[in-house]
C-alpha cells in the first residue's frame, strides 16, 4: 500500500465485519483476497478498523508489513476490537489509549441499554514536526448512548491530545448525519459541548449510505454510519465512499470511506 506523498496523506475507516460471522459466500475466508487491491488503489498512512476478531488483525499484519497497529488486544476479547493501523516507517507514534464507553471507561463494562461493549482506541503521532491524533471508534444503535458516547469520547480526547492538535476521528457510528450525535460532535447540537474544539465532516452534505450487506447497493434508510471527522489545521483534499469490488468481493458489508488531507499553512 503506497501512502501519500510530501504533507498529505490519507486516512481509511473499514468497519471489516466480524470474521466469525455466517455470511456464506461472503465470509471472511473468501473475502479477506479482497484487501491487497483495496490497499493498492486506496493507499493511506492510517487504516481505522472496527468489528475486527484477532484473526482478522492478525492477518492485516501480515497483509500490511509496513505498518503497525494500536488497539489489538492479547488474549483477544469474545467480541471484536477496533485497530489503529499506521504507516510506521512515515508516523511516530508518541502516546496511545483505549477506553470503553461506559460511565467506567478504563474498565472493560457497557452501558445498561448498550447491546455491546463499545470501545475507542487513540493514537497521538509525529511526523516532520506535525502532530496529530487519530481515534477510531464504533456507536451502539440507541440514539441516547450514542450521545453519551461521544461526549466520553470528547472528554477522553480532551485529556489525551495536546493543546492545539489536530485530531481526526473515524468509525462507525451508527447513525446518520444531522442525527442527535452528530450535531453533537460538530457543535450543532443542544448538548454540543461548548468548552471543546469540535468536528467537521468530510463529507458535508452527503449523506449517501454506506451499509450494503454485501449487495453493493447502499442501504439509504440508513444513510452514511461510517464517517471521518477532523478539527485543528487540516485541509481535505479529496473523500470518497470506495464502493468497489475488489478480487471479485466486497470487502465487507459497509463500503469503506477515505480522506486525503494536508496540513493548513
Known sequence: ?????????????????????DDGPNCWDCRKASLPGLFEEYGADFVCTQETNDFQAGHLQELLPNYAMLGLRRPAPRFWQHNLIFAKKLWKPLAQRRFY???IPDIPSRFKKSRWPRQCTLGLFEKDGNALVVAVTHLDFDSEIQTR???IILDELE???PSGTPAILTGDF???PGSPVHKLLLGQGPESPREF???KDVFEGNDKGTHHGFTGQADQQK????WIL????LLVEKACVIEGRFAAFYPSDHFPVWAGFSWQK
Open 174 to 176: 451508527n447513525a446518520r
Open 197 to 199: 474544539d469540535l468536528f
Open 223 to 226: 444513510g452514511r454510519i461510517d
Open 149 to 151: 458516547s461521544a461526549l
Open 101 to 103: 464507553l461506559s460511565p
Open 1 to 21: 500500500m503506497e501512502t501519500a506523498a510530501g504533507n498529505s496523506f490519507g486516512v481509511m475507516s473499514l468497519n471489516l465485519r466480524f470474521g466469525l460471522a
Open 230 to 233: 477532523h478539527r485543528g489545521g
Open 159 to 161: 485529556k489525551f491530545t
